[in-house]
């Protein structure tokens, strides 16, 4: 259980929403990114940036509440320096979804203040909401729009069409189905993506995956992790990946007949913890690795 998985991803879909954004562009004034605050350069596509020409941006940093503060922060800066504004969110909660519409309007201050100029009296300013498969789009838009409309799913590539929003008589929102990019040129891209539940589970070795992600913890793990699978720092630091995977399967009791321990188990138990944040405020990436 050493051998790293080849993760690639060719959903037919992909191809059509970027012609969809390309074709959307001249609808509107601005874009807004979700990233996910753990994986903030996994889960941004680096093809957007040639794709979205020289549209103002707006960035936020969703599931800010699974990160780790600092690091966040770090992102704040490091888009602030590049002169894009970014907020920590959550959009389930809709913690910091507060500061959204203020941002974005002075963002665009300048392009209403022009549209006004021409004599506009009502101008209404359009804004395009892209991000990756499971990044919470859908979830912002409910939380946003206070409408329900949006389907929220907790599995990859549930929005399949455009679909515009009202959020007041002056601001409207495209949301657009989520895009990756076919190739991960970096396999620890991949591997983050995997991790966090943006690539679906049921095309990868979920074992495999798991071992990968607890290789992570092992280097950093956390005392909510440590103290979930009855672990110490000590019993875990001369392990390997899939070793610590018995371990967790055993300490939970994941036993089969003749005492085999069910990895397969273990390995969904593993990452469906990790997802939903009990493990503590983890981040995955850091601005340095940019550099």
Not at 130 to 154: C, Q, T
Not at 251 to 270: D, H, K, Q, W, Y
Request: proline share 4%; aromatic share 8%.
């Amino acid at each position: 259980m050493d051998n790293k998985q080849n993760i690639q991803w060719f959903p037919g879909h992909m191809t059509k929403t970027k012609r969809r954004i390309q074709a959307s562009l001249k609808l509107i004034d601005a874009v807004v990114e979700i990233i996910d605050a753990r994986i903030p350069i996994s889960s941004s596509n680096p093809d957007l940036k040639e794709l979205l020409q020289s549209k103002p941006k707006l960035v936020l940093l969703n599931k800010c509440d699974k990160a780790d503060k600092r690091a966040t922060q770090l992102w704040v800066n490091y888009y602030a320096d590049k002169k894009i504004t970014a907020l920590p969110v959550d959009c389930k909660t809709g913690r910091g979804l507060n500061q959204f519409v203020p941002s974005l309007r002075k963002i665009l201050d300048n392009k209403f203040e022009a549209q006004q100029a021409k004599g506009l009296k009502n101008p209404i300013l359009r804004v395009m909401i892209v991000g990756i498969p499971n990044v919470g789009k859908s979830s912002f838009i409910n939380r946003v729009s206070r409408l329900n409309r949006a389907k929220v799913e907790d599995r990859p590539g549930v929005t399949r069409g455009n679909q515009w929003y009202t959020i007041s008589k002056d601001l409207e929102m495209l949301d657009t189905p989520g895009v990756l990019w076919p190739k991960f040129d970096n396999q620890k891209v991949g591997e983050y993506l995997a991790f966090t539940g943006a690539i679906k589970d049921n095309i990868l070795d979920i074992e495999l995956l798991a071992c990968d992600f607890l290789e992570l913890m092992k280097k950093h793990p956390t005392d909510s992790f440590l103290k979930r699978f009855k672990l110490t720092r000590d019993n875990i630091s001369s392990v390997n990946g899939y070793e610590l995977l018995q371990l967790i399967g055993r300490n939970r009791g994941m036993l089969v007949s003749g005492g085999e321990i069910n990895t397969e188990r273990a390995a969904t138990l593993v990452l469906d913890e990790y997802r939903d944040g009990k493990f503590g405020n983890i981040t995955l990436e850091y601005p340095e690795e940019l550099s």
